[in-house]
């Protein structure tokens, strides 16, 4: 339910992360408990940028789409399961600066 968006700077050690969490949802958290949100991404899950999933985090997926220099890799089994559209919304923005769909890599188990 979480999407973690790494992008690298010019050096090894410039790395920024973004989580991506579930918005916040009042059913879900009275039938089965809170969720993570964006304070804890940041100071839980040591993220630079937490973020709930929404305009804002398409945005952001765009913006590294976009400033992507090495390429992008992605869990393309996760892709059709994007239920909130992100991923789609963050492609559509980004396709008019050039970017496609066949700029993504697929992440393979080790």
Not at 34 to 48: H, L, M, P, Q, S
Not at 101 to 109: D, E, K, M, P, S
């Amino acid at each position: 339910e979480c999407a973690c968006v790494l992008e690298r700077g010019d050096t090894a050690d410039d790395v920024k992360y973004t989580l991506i969490v579930p918005e916040y949802d009042a059913r879900y958290a009275t039938w089965d408990g809170e969720r993570i949100n964006a304070k804890a991404a940041t100071d839980v899950f040591g993220a630079d940028v937490g973020l709930a999933k929404g305009e804002a985090a398409a945005g952001a997926v765009a913006t590294a789409l976009r400033n992507a220099k090495g390429g992008v890799y992605a869990d393309v089994t996760k892709l059709a399961w994007d239920e909130s559209h992100i991923l789609q919304r963050a492609f559509a923005s980004a396709q008019l600066d050039g970017v496609t769909r066949g700029n993504v890599r697929g992440l393979t188990a080790l």
